[in-house]
């Protein structure tokens, strides 16, 4: 076992271009299940290939247990790579492919044999030895790709997307049997993802990053409640948080309109454009006059102009419910508001039932705002 870290490290592919890998540091524990998240071309498969010295490092350091790992051989350092391409040798069986590293590195057959027998246990594998990877199907070839890096016995494992060529339902359930390997086996693991949900239920920790820099290293607990910037807070959670222009005004700011209590450090900055995020959980629906038990109706009419009401909620006209069962999500654009205003997302539970034209009244939250500057993008505490 191993601890990672990564100092200042960059990668440049040509000195025209911006960094692919931009300064990155990241201290890695021994036994972290550390996830690597952010969109297509951000650097995560780099930042990967660097560590396992399949890339050059360009500019800081990279430190397993301490020791810079410039000049060392990819063979050399002790580091299994699982691809999202498995990359098996097509005319080996699960076994041979399993061996192979091994059998390079002069490992006694009996030991080999012995290291084998045990990952092909822990993966299930041992029906399949003979077969070749053509006559396995995506989740077997993929448990094969497992096994290789299993037996090497490496101080880290490198994981680059390595269930991205399997089918949804598989995917979930191979997310969990790895995250249950890497605790069991304790092997400090770097694990690739584009998929935030992926990067969520597996990391202990996960980095996000954007055009080669990393954004924000945290628990994934902490990057919902606490994302530093509207960047992580729109990459994190599903569906995304609903991110909207405000000024801070008296004390609140507004969300198409509807006014949000802030916390006290924020509302002092009275006159400053914020943006104001709300996740779907954060808003609650409003009674309609005619749900009302007291029969009031006319006291919360909406002033037309925005969709608010003189209760202060937000009507919005219901584009999209996707229903989950026990939960469902509802994707609703202001009453009468400009055009190409944001849709804003809501969760509802299930005994709410709403169709595609309805229009539901909703609040948000006491205390659930997240608040980051509209020009930095960073949020204010
Ligand atoms: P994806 O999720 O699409 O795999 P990624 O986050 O893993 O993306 P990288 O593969 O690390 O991103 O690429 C980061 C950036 O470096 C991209 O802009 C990419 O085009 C560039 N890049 C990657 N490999 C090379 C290369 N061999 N030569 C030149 N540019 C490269």
């Known amino acids: 076992m191993a601890t990672v870290y990564f100092d200042e490290a960059t990668r440049r592919f040509s000195k025209d271009d911006a960094p692919a890998v931009d300064g990155i540091t990241l201290d890695i524990a021994d036994g972290e299940f550390l996830v690597l998240v952010g969109p297509s071309g951000c650097g995560k498969s780099t930042t990967l290939r660097m560590l396992a010295g399949l890339e050059p490092v360009d500019g800081g350091r990279i430190l397993v247990d301490g020791h810079d790992q410039k000049g060392v051989r990819p063979r050399d350092r002790d580091i299994a790579m699982v691809f999202q391409s498995y990359a098996l040798y097509p005319n080996m069986s699960a076994a041979q492919n399993m061996a192979f590293a091994l059998d390079n590195a002069k490992v006694s057959k009996a030991e080999t044999k012995q290291r084998v027998a045990e990952a092909a246990k822990i993966l299930e594998l041992e029906q399949l030895l003979d077969r070749k990877p053509g006559q396995m199907s995506g989740g077997q070839r993929q448990r094969v790709a497992m096994g290789r890096a299993i037996v090497r016995n490496p101080k880290v494992f490198c994981m680059d ?20 390997l890497q605790r069991r086996l304790g092997i400090t693991t770097v694990y690739v993802t584009h ?6 239920t ?18 994934p607990e902490r990057l919902y409640d606490h994302p530093v910037n509207t960047f992580v807070a729109a990459f994190i959670g599903s569906p995304a948080i609903t991110l909207v222009e405000s000024e801070v ?50 006291s919360s ?4 102009a925005t969709g608010i009401r003189t209760d202060g909620s937000l009507a919005l006209a219901v584009e999209l419910v996707e229903s989950l069962g026990a939960e469902s999500f509802v994707y609703g654009r202001p009453v009468d508001a400009a055009e190409g205003a944001d849709r804003v997302t809501v969760r509802l539970d299930k005994r709410t ?14 205390g659930e705002v997240h608040v980051f500057d509209a020009a930095s993008g960073e949020r204010i505490e």
Do not use: C, F, Y
């Open 202 to 219: 597996m990391g202990h920790r996960v980095a996000v990053l954007r055009d080669g820099r990393l954004q924000q290293v945290d628990t």
């Open 195 to 200: 998929d935030q949900v992926e990067a969520m």
């Open 353 to 366: 039932h709403l169709t595609v034209g309805d229009v539901v009244h909703v609040q948000p939250n006491h």
């Open 161 to 180: 997307e390595p269930l991205s060529n399997l089918d949804a339902k598989l995917r979930v359930s191979t997310r969990s049997q790895i995250a249950g």
């Open 249 to 298: 005004r008296e004390g609140v700011a507004h969300v198409h309109g509807v006014p949000v209590p802030l916390d006290r450090a924020v509302a002092g900055r009275a006159g400053e454009k914020v943006v104001v995020g709300l996740r779907p959980e954060s808003w609650h629906v409003v009674p309609t006059p005619d749900q009302r038990s007291d029969g009031s109706n006319g």
């Open 301 to 304: 009419s909406s002033n037309g």
